[in-house]
């Protein structure tokens, strides 16, 4: 079976831009949480979608929004880009609900990188 | 609040020598604790997870880890490393089963031949 997906792997962006990140999970998962890993640091939770609702947010600014699909597939976005807003941006899927699942499987992540 | 704390961020060790990774946390409520490795340019792969069942749990590659309530730890550790096992180590707590992760800073191991 597929693991985590995310697209695109690497991106280059201009400070004052905006920027969509598409994470599609495991087959049968129902939750998707986004993390931001700044070099040299453990990631920091972002947001966390379960059927297409919020059910989860990090301390991060306004500009950064998420939403899930009804393919449980998701998107992580982010306006008016920062210099720090340079990361890895990864994508976890777990099956959520009355699973009894608790793990989270990661994507390979994406790269940003804001000039 | 939760929290989680590594202590060591670079770790030495020989082929075939114990490795030991150092993981404390803070947590008001039952924690689930989990340890992932992450190779260089790549995603967080899961090696193992405490969900309040066994307090010795083993993992993949043949890592494994000891919850112990009364020291707020939970260590990794493998009886023979590897030069494969050369990545970063992060240890994680999350509170209840559906709640976000919260990471440590992580532990950087290195294997000489």
């Known amino acids: 079976d597929a693991g985590v997906t995310q697209s695109p792997t690497h991106l280059i962006k201009t400070r004052g831009q905006h920027v969509t990140l598409r994470c599609s999970p495991i087959?049968?998962?129902?939750?998707v949480s986004w993390y931001q890993q700044v070099l040299g640091q453990g990631p920091q939770f972002i947001f966390q979608y379960y059927e297409k609702e919020e059910r989860g947010r990090g301390n991060f600014p306004d500009r950064f929004s998420a939403r899930q699909f009804p393919n449980y597939s998701s998107e992580l976005n982010v306006n008016a880009l920062l210099l720090g807003d340079s990361a890895l941006y990864l994508c976890a899927s777990s099956p959520g609900g009355t699973s009894g699942r608790h793990e989270q499987y990661f994507g390979p992540g994406t790269r940003l990188t804001v000039t | 609040a939760q929290s989680v704390t590594q202590l060591g961020s670079h770790v030495s060790v020989s082929e075939g020598a114990l490795v030991l990774l150092r993981c404390n946390y803070s947590?008001?409520?039952?924690?689930?604790l989990f340890w992932y490795v992450q190779y260089p340019n790549q995603g967080l792969q899961l090696l193992l997870k405490?969900?309040?069942?066994?307090?010795l749990v083993k993992g993949i590659n043949g890592f494994e880890a000891e919850f112990k309530k009364s020291e707020t730890s939970f260590h990794l550790t493998k009886p023979s490393a590897h030069m494969s096992d050369a990545a970063e180590y992060f240890c994680?707590?999350?509170?209840?089963?559906?709640?976000?992760?919260?990471f440590g800073k992580g532990t950087k191991l290195s294997v000489k031949p």
């Open positions: 087959s049968g998962h129902k939750s």
């Open positions: 405490y969900t309040s069942a066994a307090t």
């Open positions: 947590s008001s409520v039952p924690p689930y």
């Open positions: 994680a707590v999350s509170r209840g089963s559906q709640g976000n992760l919260i």
